[in-house]
């Protein structure tokens, strides 16, 4: 993931312990064969992290508290966003993080778990929402920039472009299950790019709303 979130942390013993059984989550969660979220066993957690059991029980409480500190910290650790100096360039660069993050042998299996958590559980669909809102803030600069260019019209909606460009590969991932390829990442850029020239997605634009010349 994005310089793989959770590498670089704060110090202290309390950062240490929530680091070593953030890490176990992961390990969890991207091991082969493993049976779901619900069969993250927190004693295994805990003996894996080098941490007591008390303590991730105390602090996390369920494999539910787990996966939404785990989402909580991806955020945290992932890396700003790109600045080509073009819509295109930056377009191309956040599809190509999507499309690695998720072809990644281990954070593929982590976001397939961290998905499925969110599909039943609302405290996990709370802090999936958290860490995708925090990603499209964080990417926003680059269809703002793009405005200021003359690339996008004004009133672009930073979010839904970069929507575009990501939803078409969680897609082949999450929902239909088919691989992922360079050529999938290309097409989503072509047909973010074409739409945002269009102004598909100026503010308002879903309202039959036309930007003032």
């Known amino acids: 993931m994005e310089a793989t979130p959770g590498t670089v942390r704060p110090g202290g013993r ?29 004693d295994r957690i805990a003996a894996s992290a080098g941490v007591g059991r008390t303590t991730v029980y105390r602090r996390w409480g369920s494999p539910v508290g787990l996966i939404a500190d785990l989402l909580r910290d991806m955020a945290e650790q992932s890396l700003p966003c790109s600045d080509t100096g073009s819509l295109e360039g930056d377009l191309r660069a956040n599809a190509a993080l999507v499309l690695t993050t998720l072809t990644d042998p281990r954070m ?8 499925a958590a969110a599909a039943c559980d609302e405290q996990c669909a709370t802090a999936l ?8 803030r964080e990417w926003a600069p680059v269809v703002e920039r ?7 019209p004004a009133g672009t909606d930073p979010a839904e472009v970069l929507r575009a ?3 078409p590969l969680y897609y082949r991932f ?5 691989p992922l390829a360079a050529e999938d990442a290309e097409r989503a850029v072509t047909a973010a790019l074409a739409a945002t020239a269009a102004g598909a997605y100026t503010r308002g634009a879903e309202e039959g709303y036309t930007p003032s010349p």
């Open 165 to 167: 460009v990501s939803a």
């Open 14 to 42: 309390t950062a240490k312990v929530r680091a070593a059984v953030l890490e176990a989550t992961q390990e969890a969660l991207s091991a082969e064969g493993f049976q779901g979220f619900h069969a993250l066993n927190l």
């Open 108 to 115: 593929g299996p982590v976001f397939r778990a961290v998905i």
């Open 174 to 178: 999450a929902v239909s299950r088919e």
């Open 146 to 152: 793009a405005a200021g260019r003359g690339e996008a």
């Open 129 to 136: 929402n958290g860490f995708y809102t925090t990603r499209l």
